[in-house]
């Protein structure tokens, strides 16, 4: 099986059948989108919080309460994502494949633009991305940068880390300042210390990657940030991707390009 040769349905396909991995390098040219749904009553503070912070957590689609699908997305959000996390009061209870038992009624769909998306793009720039030819997760760490809060929900800015070389990082901020919609330019480049990292080899989400010498890390705000606000705020029930194991959806890269 090569990642980069499937269709979205072709993957949403094999994600369905119990294959679990992150999709980083899957369906090339198409979104890629983070998931975290929430009981109705809970779905206009998130709603609130994700307007309040669009770089963390830009909004590509919003579902009707219970609905198992989305406009970007023609599968089954319970069963199509390769790894969910559920969350109960703010604690993560389990991890599994399949949450077809665990949806609600009432539980509201936020799909949430991914940096995934614009790795296509880097790579075809040129620019390297360490953790897919390592073919792990990507880093992710949380942040001493809060979150404007909104109604229940608060918590931690959460970012993704890619070493980039030094000449080509003025290329990764153009390049993923085009892509608005997917968490777009970086929020730091340089000095993990200035986000309250203390140590880049043990991200609190994903796998660690080596910065090299002559490489720069740079920081760009991660779709995992809504679950870190579920974590903080501990709403009684939510489910989420398990991180890095992200909907491959059916929109393209490009329809979220920006001149």
């Known amino acids: 099986m090569d990642p980069a040769r499937l269709s979205p349905k ?150 993704s880390m890619r070493p980039i070389p030094a000449d080509r990082v003025a290329d990764a901020v153009r390049i993923t300042s085009r892509y608005p919609a997917v968490h777009g330019a970086p929020v730091h480049v340089g000095d993990p210390a200035a986000l309250g990292i203390a140590d880049l080899s043990r991200p609190d989400y994903g796998d660690p990657v080596q910065v090299r010498e002559g490489e720069i890390p740079v920081f760009w705000a991660c779709g995992v940030t809504p679950q870190a606000a579920v974590a903080a705020s501990a709403p009684e029930f939510a489910i989420g991707h398990a991180p890095g194991h992200m909907a491959v959806t059916d929109v393209r890269d490009s329809c979220y390009q920006v001149p």
């Open 10 to 159: 072709q993957a949403r396909a094999l994600f369905r059948s119990g294959l679990r991995t992150t999709t980083s390098g899957f369906s090339p040219g198409y979104a890629q989108a983070n998931l975290i749904a929430l009981p109705r009553e809970a779905a206009f503070d998130f709603l609130l919080f994700a307007q309040r912070n669009p770089k963390p957590c830009p909004v590509l689609d919003v579902t009707e309460p219970g609905q198992v699908s989305a406009s970007v997305f023609d599968g089954d959000l319970r069963t199509d994502l390769p790894a969910y996390r559920v969350y109960r009061h703010g604690e993560p209870a389990e991890e599994r494949t399949d949450v077809t038992d665990l949806w609600r009624d009432d539980l509201v769909a936020f799909l949430i633009g991914c940096s995934f998306t614009f790795e296509t793009p880097l790579l075809e720039a040129g620019v390297p991305v360490r953790h897919i030819e390592a073919g792990t997760n990507v880093a992710m760490y949380r942040t001493n940068r809060e979150c404007r809060p909104a109604g229940r929900f608060r918590g931690p800015l959460v970012v």
